[in-house]
């Protein structure tokens, strides 16, 4: 079946350092993938998505790359910010149109930046 | 940005009250969702409607039950809440996957709900 595994956290950087945070994915056909954030005492929101193999998915510095070699869709940064703290889920929907729109998500990896 | 919302947002209970947690979305989404989410940040689908009148049950089983009666509207609700109920629960919406339509939800809020 379909699933997502990211790297469980939690990460703790300081300002200014790189970020990775690893996600891959099992799925039949071509999923589309996503990384959604949560800010403290908030819901998700999408972060970046890519539908197909090799698209780059970029937001607000951050980017992640669909690798269909390596079923990998992992999230960087550059240069976190103390404002960057937060949660980040990666998800995938399975590949095929009809009504079951349901995204699958990992466990969330919680990201801490020290000033 | 997304317009859904959820009421309320915090709300502590005794056993064996009867809840509602209401969700609304501007959006004319024909999709919506509830989550529950553990406090390890882990979430599961608990319910979903493809539009008015359908209603399914989702990957995790849940005592609560929901309704769609009209578009914008998917309030969920709990007849006689535990403790074992707390947690928070997110609402999702989406359009209707096709094309080169990605089909990405749209949250609100979330609703933290104790029962005491």
């Known amino acids: 079946g379909n699933s997502v595994t990211q790297m469980e956290g939690p990460v703790t950087l300081s300002e200014e350092a790189f970020l990775t945070i690893n996600c891959t994915y099992t799925a039949t056909g071509y999923p589309s993938l996503f990384w959604y954030v949560q800010y403290p005492g908030e819901g998700l929101q999408l972060l970046l998505k890519?539908?197909?193999?090799?698209d780059k998915g970029s937001n607000k510095g951050f980017e992640a790359t669909y690798r269909k070699e390596t079923t990998s869709f992992h999230l960087e940064k550059g240069s976190v910010q103390v404002s960057d703290s937060a949660v980040y889920f990666c998800a995938l929907k399975a590949g095929y149109g009809g009504a079951t729109n349901k995204l699958i998500f990992g466990t969330g990896t919680l990201l801490a930046v020290q000033p | 940005e997304a317009d859904i919302y959820q009421t309320p947002r915090y709300l502590v209970i005794g056993t064996g009250k009867k809840i509602t947690l209401e969700c609304s979305q501007t959006m004319g989404h024909d999709k919506m969702y509830w989550y529950q989410q553990d406090p390890g940040m882990e979430l599961h689908l608990i319910h979903y409607?493809?539009?008015?009148?359908?209603?399914e049950k989702g990957d995790l089983s849940s005592e609560s039950t929901v309704s769609r009666i009209r578009t914008e509207h998917f309030p969920l609700t709990l007849e006689s809440a535990r403790p074992s109920h707390t947690s928070q629960y997110l609402c999702a919406s989406s359009e209707y996957n096709s094309g080169a339509n990605t089909g990405e939800l749209f949250f609100g809020e979330g609703s933290r709900l104790t029962v005491l």
């Open positions: 890519a539908t197909k193999a090799d």
């Open positions: 409607s493809y539009g008015v009148n359908s209603t």
